[in-house]
């Protein structure tokens, strides 16, 4: 993958995702696994509630194939395009990567978004859904949710649902506690709403019983180091967290000029998942 492309996408990145908090989808593609000359499928997969979600299935590399697969939910911005280096990435190492958008996102059905709101309790539909029917797909294989940000709310709103069909949760920017964020952004004179009581959220996320791991930014001040030490005290033994010198959601250029875009990310997950 080219070095000025990996920069450009570094930086659409950072711009659309750095403490943005707010839900602002992205109609169009900037790019496709196409781009980057990597094999994949298309779907489109009906939610219960009947969107038809647009979902890319990028085939792992022959040579290092794992039997693991991972669904990506990503942040509050953009469409799954922002992703497909991410993606080929972690599909290079030998993973199955799928990555879906949320409804209102990219090339899945139309919803009505208020911008305001820290999440909304559909897009856990849209997570159950391709889980569901990634998990008939690949019924030979392990299968995990990388949530970003945003969703992480919804990888753990969704955890109730899809517990018996998921192996593990990575989280980076973890939110483990929904109403503290909204009082956070109060303290920098931002409104954000919730779509159900706090306590609804919390609920889900303190009865994850699946192998955890938190990647947290040293520099986050939304969602926190500690917050992700008190996530794992709750949770127990079964949660990881690391910390990374870095601002919120830059774990994947880490180092990347000394290591490589992604390098350090994709160590983090594969010494995760071998050790389940």
Partial sequence: MKKTALVLTSIIFLLAFNYVFAINPDREY??????????????????????????????????????????????????????????????????????????????SDDFEIQREYLY?????????????DISKKFKDKQIGIWGMSMGTTIASRAYPAIKRKIDFIIGEGFVTDTSTIIDRYKELDKVLLLPEKSSVYEKAIQCIKLPVLILKASNDKITTHQDAL????????????????????TGFQLDAENIGFGAWYVEQINSFIENI
């Fill in 120 to 132: 909304y309790t559909e897009f856990a539909l849209d997570l159950e859904a391709v889980v569901g």
């Fill in 30 to 107: 900037f790019m496709t696994p196409d781009s980057v000359s990597w094999n994949y499928e298309q779907l489109k997969i009906t939610t219960k509630d009947n969107y038809k979600l647009n979902t890319w299935i990028y085939e792992a590399n022959t040579e290092n194939k794992k039997d693991t697969v991972i669904i990506l939910a990503y942040p509050d911005a953009g469409n799954m395009s922002y992703f497909v280096y991410y993606a080929a990435i972690l599909a290079n190492e030998g993973y199955t990567v799928v990555t879906f958008d949320y409804r209102g996102f990219g090339k």
């Fill in 230 to 249: 008190k996530l794992q005290e709750t949770l127990g033994q079964t949660c990881k967290v690391v910390e990374y010198e870095g601002d919120h959601l």
